[in-house]
C-alpha cells in the first residue's frame, strides 16, 4: 500500500501537465490547476483527483499498518484527510477564474458560489493535513534520531503550508499559481519520501511471516 504513497505524485502531475498543455484556453502561469475540472473535458482532471484521493488513502492505510503507536496514528489521518480531500474536490467543482474555461466570466469574490467556496475549503483541508503529516513525521524521526530525514519532513511542511497560503493570498497574480505549484510539489514529494521511508524500514507483513516460520 505505501508503493501508492509514491506513484500518487508523479500520477497526479504528470496527467495534470499534459491536460494543462492540451486544454485550449488554459495557461500555466495564470490558471490553478484545480481550474482544470471545469469545462466539456473536466471530467479527465476529476478522475485524475479522484484516482490520485484512492492512491492516497491507500498509503494512509499503509503507514496506519506499518506504525501502530501515536505518531503512526497521527502521519496516516493526516494523509487519509488529504486523499479525502482530493476526492471532494472532485465533487465540489471550483468557480471559473481568469478566463478559464474560454467564455466563462470571471467571478468576483462577491459572487463565489457554494461549491466553489467549498472546493477552497477542501483544498485548504488538504494542504493543512499534508503540513501536519509531515510535522509529525518530523517529530517521529527526531524521536529516533534521524534529524537529517526529521529536518526534511518539517522543511517540506513549511514549505506546504507557506506556499498554500501565500498562494491562496496572491491567487490573482502568476507568483500566487507558482507557489501554489510549489506547494503542490513539496506535498507530494514529503508523501513520497515518508512512504518509501516506511516501507525500507518496515518488514513486508508476507515476509515476516515467513521468517517467523522458518525460525520456528
Same mark, same amino acid.
Given at each position: 500500500?505505501?508503493?501508492?504513497?509514491?506513484?500518487?505524485?508523479?500520477?497526479?502531475?504528470?496527467?495534470?501537465?499534459?491536460?494543462?498543455?492540451?486544454?485550449?484556453?488554459?495557461?500555466?502561469?495564470?490558471?490553478?490547476?484545480?481550474?482544470?475540472?471545469?469545462?466539456?473535458?473536466?471530467?479527465?482532471?476529476?478522475?485524475?483527483?479522484?484516482?490520485?484521493?484512492?492512491?492516497?488513502?491507500?498509503?494512509?492505510?499503509?503507514?496506519?499498518?506499518?506504525?501502530?503507536?501515536?505518531?503512526?496514528?497521527?502521519?496516516?489521518?493526516?494523509?487519509?484527510?488529504?486523499?479525502?480531500?482530493?476526492?471532494?474536490?472532485?465533487?465540489?467543482?471550483?468557480?471559473?477564474?481568469?478566463?478559464?474555461?474560454?467564455?466563462?466570466?470571471?467571478?468576483?469574490?462577491? $459572487?463565489?458560489? !457554494?461549491?466553489? *467556496?467549498?472546493?477552497? &475549503?477542501?483544498?485548504?483541508?488538504?494542504? @493543512? #493535513? %499534508? /503540513?501536519?503529516?509531515?510535522?509529525?513525521?518530523?517529530?517521529?524521526?527526531?524521536?529516533?534520531?534521524?534529524?537529517?530525514?526529521?529536518?526534511?519532513?518539517?522543511?517540506?511542511?513549511?514549505?506546504?503550508?507557506?506556499?498554500?497560503?501565500?498562494?491562496?493570498?496572491?491567487?490573482?497574480? $502568476?507568483?500566487? !499559481?507558482?507557489? *501554489?505549484?510549489?506547494? &503542490?510539489?513539496?506535498?507530494?514529494?514529503? @508523501? #513520497? %519520501? /515518508?512512504?518509501?521511508?516506511?516501507?525500507?524500514?518496515?518488514?513486508?507483513?508476507?515476509?515476516?511471516?515467513?521468517?517467523?516460520?522458518?525460525?520456528?
Amino acid at each position: 500500500m505505501l508503493g501508492w504513497g509514491v506513484v500518487a505524485g508523479p500520477f497526479y502531475v504528470v496527467v495534470g501537465l499534459v491536460l494543462a498543455l492540451t486544454r485550449p484556453g488554459f495557461e500555466l502561469s495564470h490558471h490553478a490547476l484545480s481550474l482544470l475540472v471545469l469545462g466539456e473535458h473536466g471530467w479527465l482532471q476529476r478522475t485524475n483527483l479522484v484516482l490520485t484521493g484512492l492512491m492516497v488513502l491507500a498509503a494512509a492505510a499503509g503507514a496506519a499498518r506499518a506504525l501502530r503507536d501515536g505518531r503512526g496514528l497521527a502521519i496516516a489521518t493526516a494523509t487519509a484527510v488529504y486523499g479525502l480531500a482530493l476526492l471532494a474536490s472532485a465533487a465540489a467543482l471550483p468557480d471559473p477564474a481568469a478566463g478559464f474555461p474560454p467564455g466563462s466570466a470571471t467571478a468576483s469574490t462577491s $459572487a463565489i458560489s !457554494t461549491h466553489g *467556496l467549498l472546493h477552497i &475549503v477542501f483544498g485548504a483541508l488538504g494542504f @493543512l #493535513a %499534508l /503540513a501536519l503529516g509531515a510535522f509529525a513525521e518530523g517529530r517521529w524521526r527526531a524521536s529516533l534520531g534521524e534529524r537529517g530525514a526529521a529536518g526534511r519532513a518539517r522543511m517540506l511542511g513549511a514549505v506546504v503550508l507557506v506556499g498554500f497560503l501565500a498562494g491562496a493570498a496572491l491567487a490573482q497574480q $502568476a507568483v500566487g !499559481t507558482l507557489l *501554489l505549484w510549489v506547494a &503542490v510539489l513539496a506535498g507530494f514529494t514529503w @508523501l #513520497a %519520501l /515518508a512512504s518509501a521511508r516506511l516501507y525500507a524500514q518496515v518488514p513486508h507483513p508476507l515476509y515476516a511471516r515467513r521468517s517467523a516460520a522458518a525460525a520456528g
